[in-house]
């Protein structure tokens, strides 16, 4: 996001991660704000609107697949790109994520001082593929209606 600010919505229950991250992250240009559950991290979502959401999987009360289909289920933070921050790094576990709408996959424990490059990255990827996809639906459109200009002179 040249020229702005991104900002960070983390979304976990463990104080020590919360307080690291936060140090890490603001020390790499970052504006962060911190939730230590889903329902808190659901309600400032959709009150900051944050540039991306990091989501720890295993928490209390609701766990981060649960927090996920309510972010995309809603139209105030749908659009907003989602990484898992997870302990959980087995494939399937990685399967499941993607399947339920997370954006991308940052394994825990990550090398704090590269997460913010990662997360640089992992978000510019998100912005191309978004933006690949817009395309590819566009040329969808097109192909769609010369197949019909096609059929009616035929």
Known sequence: MAGKQISVLLVDDETDIRNVMEYRLRADGFKVYMAEDGSRGLKLARRIKPSVILLDWMMPHMDGLQILAELKRRRKTKRIP???????????????????????????????????DLIRKKLQNCRENRSLKRRLHLVTRVISVIKKLINKIL
């Not at 087995?90 to 991308?104: L, N, P, T």
């Open 82 to 116: 989602v990484f898992m921050f997870t302990a959980k790094g087995i494939v399937s576990d990685m399967d499941k994520a993607f399947a339920a709408g997370a954006d991308d996959y940052i394994s825990k424990p990550c090398n704090m001082v590269m997460v913010g």
